[in-house]
């Protein structure tokens, strides 16, 4: 896996030349060994992040976007205002994500936009990500642990990532070895869950998962309806405008009434679509954005049950060493076998340890998904209501403008 060094890290936060020792002022010292964690820690508030801008490059099977990051460290005491900008493909998201998805096992690593195969250089398309992407990163500097990852510090530089030989590999497997793999690791055991708290909280996040997906993909067929409707609307403006204009010499009070109906209803679908757009970049991009986030608990807790597993097994191996030794108590194996129960015993206190220390994270991460889940998508529905809200009112005002149109119009 890429390391960098912590000399090597400063370069994203300081000046190009390092800071000289200076034996009389030890304090620019100790400022050059401050990690990026630290003065998130310290000043709080004052990092941000940010995508500026997209470029695509290249033509066909070999064109690419780069998304261009700023990072601000604003107003700090000791370093006053400094950007750090670098230009990233996706695939170096990916390849961040990935690196601390193997780093902490017992963290939910903020996930990535879908990777699209169709449309995948138009504008709607490239905007999405970019503001998902944008979202990944922000979630990625708020977290404690994450922030001080290496790999962080390595990725907002704007400098060639220097990739392993196993992401390469990875790359470069095929569906089939990559499936030998997946059924290896399935048959490895069964894990017995020992904590009700998981037993629950597994169950929740199967039928949340399920229940998103399914509300999901209702809210997809609602906005595609409602995207028709827009049309909808746009024909009857027409149409009611063709009408108007042979009203125009034989009847100019219906001329006016029906040329305001195309005005107002033209509004109406420009109203409608405005409200839509608004929907699927607030509601809807919400919603998806949970269910990959829910994909990304479920990691976890596979993790856990991964170890819950190893340690299981090791209690077990541990078990049918200790058995053989007293089977096999003459002098002459007794030492061998010995060494081979406190090599065991120890292989369990190990597997003990990271088991307890990855269910001690993921009930902390898992804890502050839920409330922060509560709190994002309460949001998100009080902006779905308040757009609808002021949709509808906005219709409202229109449909009186004609209404008291008819009302001062003499009929003949």
């Not at 890429?2 to 020792?21: D, G, M, N, T, Y």
């Not at 490239?126 to 290496?150: A, G, M, N, Q, W």
């Not at 070895?177 to 199967?206: A, P, R």
Request: charged share 30%; net charge negative.
């Amino acid at each position: 896996m890429f390391e960098v060094s912590q000399q090597e890290a400063q370069k994203v936060l300081f000046e190009e030349e390092p800071f000289q020792k200076d034996e009389e002022n030890e304090e620019n010292e100790n400022i050059k060994n401050t990690s990026l964690s630290q003065i998130i820690e310290d000043v709080e508030g004052t990092i941000i992040v940010s995508i500026t801008n997209t470029e695509k490059h290249g033509e066909g099977m070999n064109a690419f976007v780069t998304y261009s990051i700023n990072t601000k460290c604003i107003d700090d005491p000791i370093l006053g205002t400094k950007d750090i900008n670098a230009n990233r493909r996706y695939s170096d998201f990916v390849w961040l994500h990935d690196t601390l998805k193997t780093q902490y096992k017992g963290v939910i690593i903020p996930p990535l936009p879908e990777k699209n195969l169709i449309n995948r250089f138009s504008p709607d398309v490239i905007d999405y990500r970019k503001s998902e992407l944008e979202r990944f990163l922000k979630r990625v500097l708020t977290h404690p642990k994450l922030v001080s990852s290496p790999h962080v510090l390595a990725f907002l530089e704007n400098g060639e990532l220097q990739k392993a030989p196993e992401d390469i590999a990875t790359k470069s497997k095929g569906f089939f070895s990559t499936l030998t793999e997946k059924v290896t690791n399935i048959n490895i055991g069964t894990v017995v869950e020992t904590d009700e708290w998981f037993t629950d909280i597994k169950e929740y996040i199967k039928g949340l998962d399920l229940q998103l997906n399914n509300f999901y993909n209702k809210t997809t067929s609602l906005t595609k309806k409602r995207k028709e409707f827009v049309q909808i609307w746009e024909d009857f403006s027409q149409g009611a405008t063709e009408y108007a204009n042979v009203e125009i010499e034989k009847d100019k009070m219906l001329h006016r009434l029906f040329d305001k109906l195309g005005e107002i209803t033209h509004q109406i679908s420009s109203l409608h679509n405005e409200t839509v757009e608004r929907e699927v970049s607030q509601f809807e991009s919400s919603l998806k954005d949970y269910i990959r986030t829910t994909a990304a608990v479920k990691d976890v807790l596979t993790n856990r049950d991964n170890a819950l597993l190893k340690y299981q097994a090791a209690e077990k191996t541990l078990e049918q060493k200790k058995q053989k030794s007293e089977k096999n108590a003459s002098a002459s194996k007794a030492s061998a076998i010995q060494t081979e129960v406190n090599e065991a015993e120890k292989q369990k206190d190990t597997a003990k340890a990271q088991f307890e220390e990855i269910t001690r994270e993921c009930k902390e991460e898992i804890d502050k998904f839920l409330k922060t889940k509560n709190k994002e998508i309460t949001d998100a529905l009080r902006d779905l209501v308040q757009t609808n809200m002021n949709h509808e009112l906005r219709v409202l005002d229109l449909w009186k403008e004609l209404l008291q149109l008819i009302e001062e119009s003499p009929i003949s």
